[in-house]
């Protein structure tokens, strides 16, 4: 497997406008989530989704937010319109339901977003 | 507050020193606590911890959980420069799968 696949890897944007994140869980896994890593905050849990439903948002930090998973291979992450402190690295991770590798996330290589 | 402290925030040694990062968290329907290493990209698994004094060992990482003092350590000996990383540690509580919170990480860097 290619392991959990984020586009794009970079993005500069300016403030104001959309930004879309994507994300390809690993094939198989039941849960994704979306991470916000900053140096002040360290690692946030923005919001997670079983089996495409979404479960918790609480991590969402406004309205500006919103995050998609419209079947099991596909998620976006969707920020308008975008302000610069939104700049941070965003993770996609991925984890099966059950066996070994429940509760282990296996995470994206990262977009990171600067919003100027 | 953090639910998850881990310290050092940073640290610097010279290859083949032995380190300890430690980790405290709190308790609330505990499930497991989770090790991950983060060099440029993504964090990658280390070790999930569930019982108490039950070691977990790979190679020259090893970890092992404290679940009456609510903590965690994770030993590196005979340190690498590829050891230099950043080193979180999450606490998994609760019924779902996605409630895992991830402590600011411990910085290390491992000097020739």
């Known amino acids: 497997d290619a392991g959990v696949i984020q586009s794009p890897r970079h993005e500069v944007t300016e403030m104001g406008q959309e930004v879309t994140l994507r994300c390809k869980p690993i094939?198989?896994?039941?849960?994704l989530f979306w991470y916000r890593q900053t140096m002040m905050r360290g690692l946030e849990l923005l919001i997670y989704f079983n089996n495409n439903v979404p479960i918790d948002d609480s991590g969402m930090p406004e309205d500006r937010f919103s995050a998609k998973m419209p079947n099991a291979s596909f998620s976006t992450l969707k920020i308008q319109p975008s302000e610069p402190r939104d700049s941070a690295v965003y993770f996609c991770?991925?984890?099966?339901?059950?066996?070994?590798?429940?509760?282990?996330?296996?995470f994206g290589a990262g977009s990171r977003l600067t919003v100027l | 507050e953090d639910k998850v402290v881990q310290s050092p925030l940073s640290l610097v040694v010279h290859e083949g020193d032995t380190v300890t990062l430690n980790c405290s968290y709190e308790v609330t329907n505990f499930r497991s606590l989770l090790w991950y290493k983060q060099e440029k990209k993504a964090p990658t698994f280390l070790f999930m911890l569930t019982s108490s004094g039950i070691e977990k060992k790979s190679g020259r990482l090893s970890s092992i959980l404290d679940k009456k003092e609510l903590f965690s350590i994770l030993n590196i000996t005979a340190t690498q420069t590829g050891d230099s990383a950043i080193y979180l540690c999450a606490y998994h509580y609760g019924g779902s799968q996605g409630n895992l919170i991830f402590g600011k990480g411990t910085k290390l860097s491992v000097k020739p």
């Open positions: 094939s198989g896994h039941d849960y």
């Open positions: 991770a991925s984890s099966p339901q059950t066996g070994s590798g429940a509760n282990v996330l296996t």
